[in-house]
């Protein structure tokens, strides 16, 4: 019998979200029950649970304050620990293709192909000489990366009924399906800033850099010799604009600044990389989201240096959201993972 209500668990550096969707399948899925639970520092890193019984007692916490239904629970990966690369193989079913794979790409991989989750997601198909190909994206996930993730979930009584990539969660949003063309959506975390492009929808290309807000914050902590609580206030009062900057804190908004560019630059050389592959085929936009992206004037300046139109993703977008979803906790901002893997299903 196939899943209809799955929950959708964004396990991050700083929290666990968690988003209920029910009607997965379905024309109309909805949100049921959405909640988030802080977690303390060193609990995850970069997406690796590295505490276990921390996570486990945090998800056990989350399940009854936020009372969810459902114990069918999705997680994301998404480090640099997952590798995504264009692949073409020749033409064969789907199912075939996903068994083929491990005579493919051995020399690929960083580990045994044994250690590694494989899959694949067909793109397009084109002739050869040696008959049709499909071209598609490969996805190896070192297995022991998300060992320790899906060890937390059972051990808070839950059941892991699959781990998807968090970029392809970012492509399920309502908000994300509206837009046409190629359209690139940047998800800055804290370690982690994962980039995915779709045309039409359907993924293309995934990378992940491995950088993100923690990494401006710990840079103004080190060159500024404040202490990381302090660095992390700073940052966010002051912004890439830095308009409410006292003279003294000229010095911090010129570390915001550089430090910022460094990942501006880098994702710009992403998208154009991209672009190049592709004859160079423009933009229509790009939708940032994570908890690194609301950095003041951030979305701005991203869109000056790409020369794109940049928005901040709107979580929810147009799916229905139950009046009671946010019993337990507050806020929307932050959940679009949760519930783009929630909208993924048992799929994955
Ligand atoms: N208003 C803000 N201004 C600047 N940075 C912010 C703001 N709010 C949150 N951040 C930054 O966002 C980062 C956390 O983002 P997010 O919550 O998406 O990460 P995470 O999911 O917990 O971590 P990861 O996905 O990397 O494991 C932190 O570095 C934090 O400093
Ligand atoms: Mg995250």
Do not use: C
């Amino acid at each position: 019998m196939a899943i209809t209500q799955v929950v959708g668990v964004d396990i991050g550096s700083g929290a666990i979200r968690a988003v209920e969707v029910s009607g997965i399948g379905s024309k109309r899925p909805s949100v049921v029950r959405f909640s988030t639970m802080p977690l303390p520092d060193g609990a995850v890193h970069a997406g690796e649970v590295l505490e276990v019984n921390t996570v486990a007692a945090a998800l056990k916490q989350l399940w009854s304050t936020a009372k969810f239904s459902s114990k069918n629970v999705v997680l994301g990966v998404g480090n640099s620990k997952v590798l995504v690369r264009d692949f073409a193989v020749p033409k064969l079913s789907l199912a075939e293709i996903r068994e083929s794979l491990p005579t493919h790409v051995q020399e690929m991989l960083p580990v045994p192909v044994a250690d590694a989750i494989l899959d694949f997601y067909p793109i397009s198909e084109s002739p050869s000489d040696t008959g049709p190909v499909v071209n598609g994206l490969l996805v190896a996930v070192i297995k022991e990366s998300v060992l320790a993730n899906v060890k937390a979930v059972q051990a808070a009584g839950l059941n892991p009924i699959g781990v998807d990539l968090i970029p392809f969660a970012l492509t399920r949003l309502t908000s994300a399906a509206r837009l046409v063309g190629n359209v690139a959506h940047i998800e800055i975390g804290s370690r982690t800033t994962n980039v995915i492009v779709t045309t039409g929808g359907v993924p293309q290309f995934v990378r992940t850099i491995a950088n993100g807000g923690h990494d401006l914050t710990v840079a103004l902590a080190d060159r500024l010799d404040l202490s990381l609580d302090d660095a992390e206030a700073l940052k966010r009062h002051l912004g890439l604009t830095g308009a409410a900057a006292t003279p003294e804190q000229a010095p911090a908004v010129a570390v915001i600044r550089e430090i910022t560019a460094a990942l501006l630059y880098s994702l710009r050389d992403t998208l154009g990389y991209f672009a190049n592959s592709r004859q160079n085929d423009p933009f229509a936009g790009v939708v940032l989201s994570g908890g690194g992206a609301q950095l003041l004037g951030l979305a701005d300046a991203f869109s000056e240096v790409a020369r794109i139109p940049v928005v901040l993703g709107d979580t929810f977008g147009n799916i229905d959201v139950a009046k009671d979803a946010s019993r337990g906790a507050g806020s929307q901002a932050g959940l679009n993972v949760a519930l783009g893997l929630a909208l993924g299903g048992a799929a994955a």
